[in-house]
Nanobody, 119 residues
Framework: QVQLEESGGGLVQPGGSLRLACAAS????????IGWFRQAPGKEREGVAC????????NYADSVKGRFTISKDKRKKTVYLQMNSLQPEDTAGYYC????????????WGQGTQVTVSS
């Protein structure tokens, strides 16, 4: 059974940092790639970053390259999204999801965690 739970969201000032966590069930961890997405009110969902289950390779949206870093902790079965130099446009609900590959269809989703960047 695939279960995902996000945490780490909150309110931060522009230029600040947050680290999001996506805790995955053992099944999800063993078989699936995990990606981070975000969606702001009135906007389409955007893929933010992905880390491959097969080789650990990573992909990032152009809008976050150089500021966000995705990583995983095998022991904790958790994928992290370190977000630095946050800007108001990064304000959104952030969700993790599973797929067979970074470019595949994402079928299972967590409940999300809210990130608000504001002074």
């Amino acid at each position: 059974q695939v279960q995902l739970e996000e945490s780490g969201g909150g309110l931060v000032q522009p230029g600040g940092s947050l680290r999001l966590a996506c805790a995955a069930s053992a099944f999800a961890w063993d078989y699936y790639t995990i990606g981070w997405f975000r969606q702001a009110p009135g906007k389409e969902r955007e893929g933010v970053a992905c880390i491959s289950n097969s080789d650990g390779s990573t992909n990032y949206a152009d809008s976050v390259k150089g500021r966000f870093t995705i990583s995983k902790d095998k022991r904790k079965k958790t994928v992290y999204l370190q977000m630095n130099s946050l800007q108001p446009e990064d304000t959104a609900g952030y969700y993790c999801a599973t797929s067979v590959s970074c470019s595949g269809t994402y079928l299972s989703w967590g409940q999300g965690t809210q990130v608000t960047v504001s002074s």
